[in-house]
């Protein structure tokens, strides 16, 4: 919706933050202002100055109805705030004020969340304490955390987006950085400029993580990438995360391990499959298999289940290295078969690679477009 509901004349940003304070409310600027706040400088110019408040909140807007036309703008329809409200499933995330026969001055978006925790509208499993959420600025002006911001921009991804990731995500810290890059859509243009600033997870990271696990009686395996180095004694290339695979009966005591030094959960993968994330931008992605009890397959194949998932049996034999450190890894030829049955990339086939010339196991169908080099 834009100009044909008439024409936009942006309240002055000191003044709309002096009349949301007045509301009493948990409130924080959002859009392009919001990354500017916490840049603290400008690189482009702006059409609106949007807001955001909790959606339980929206009641507080009644006391500007004396001065404020207030309408419900969702789905290409804007109609008069009847002061009922607003709908998530009808998409009733903006709210548009206006002194009476004025021009638009005010794009209220709607966020969701309670006292304690933000919750990301687009994935309810996504939720995080608000002092992530809502930074402040010099000034003490409250502003959308520039990686939940670049996520909200990545969906429509409009010109001055694209803008405005290349300027802020080269600036944003380990942990913004690594829950853009969870969070994105896979294959999103933004992924490779994210990859690019990562931190990454590092052997001393892998050994610390392991050690804790330990410490707390906690079985791992360590799966993926790293699952790989191990087997080869030494790091080959670098690694975005640490997968590990764990007891689904020592699932509690994983993640309590995990968020004792700092660890929170960024993507729900479902009950078996959880994806976390610490302040360092550090990153486990932790995979839960049934080692009590195994199913077998149409396909004939032994594997754990049914509460868990569908790990091969006889796959957790591995033993590898990890920065001088013995770690239990999944085998070699578990490592080749879960490489099969999808797309494979350039660090597929580099893994692949490595373990046909350590272990003698053949290159499975799939990769012969990678050996001629791509």
């Known amino acids: 919706m834009g100009d044909e509901y008439g024409p936009w004349d942006p309240v002055d940003r000191q003044d709309l933050a002096d009349l949301m304070d007045h509301l009493g409310v948990r409130w924080w600027f959002t859009g392009g202002h919001a990354l500017e706040l916490h840049l603290g400088r400008s690189w482009r110019g702006h059409e609106d100055v949007d807001v955001s408040i909790v959606r339980g909140d929206i009641g507080v807007l009644r006391s500007l109805e004396s001065e404020w036309e207030i309408h419900v703008a969702a789905a290409g329809v804007l109609r008069r705030w009847d002061g009922t409200p607003l709908s998530v499933e009808a998409n009733e995330n903006n709210v548009w004020l206006r002194r009476p026969g004025g021009p638009w001055g005010i794009d209220l978006t709607i966020g969701d969340g309670d006292e304690e925790r933000w919750v990301y509208r687009r994935d309810t499993t996504f939720s995080l304490p608000w002092d992530r959420v809502v930074l402040r600025d010099q000034e003490g002006l409250p502003y959308l955390t520039p990686a939940i911001q670049m996520l909200f921009k990545s969906k429509q991804q409009r010109p001055k987006d694209d803008i405005d990731a290349a300027v802020v995500i080269p600036t944003l810290d380990d942990w913004s950085l690594a829950v853009l890059d969870l969070r994105l859509p896979a294959g999103h243009s933004w992924g490779d400029l994210v990859a690019a600033h990562r931190r990454g997870m590092r052997a001393d990271d892998v050994v610390t993580l392991l050690d804790a696990f330990e410490r707390d009686e906690v079985d791992v395996w360590v799966d993926g990438g790293w699952g790989i180095d191990a087997l080869l004694g030494a790091q080959q290339r670098r690694h975005a995360d640490l997968d590990l695979a764990l007891p689904t009966r ?125």
């Open 250 to 374: 020592q699932w509690g005591a994983a993640t309590d391990t995990l968020e004792a030094i700092g660890f929170a959960t960024i993507r729900d993968d479902g009950p078996y499959n959880q994806v976390l994330v610490d302040d360092d931008g550090r990153v486990v992605d932790l995979h839960a298999f049934d080692d009590e009890s195994t199913v077998i397959g149409d396909d004939g194949v032994e594997r754990h289940g049914p509460k868990g998932l569908a790990y091969v049996t006889g796959g957790f034999d591995g033993r590898g290295i990890v920065a001088g450190r013995t770690v239990r890894c999944m085998t070699a030829e578990f490592q080749m078969w879960s490489h099969t049955g999808y797309v494979a990339d350039a660090d597929d086939f580099h893994d692949v690679e490595r373990l046909h010339r350590r272990f003698g196991l053949p290159i499975p169908a799939g990769y012969e477009a990678w050996l001629d080099g791509p």
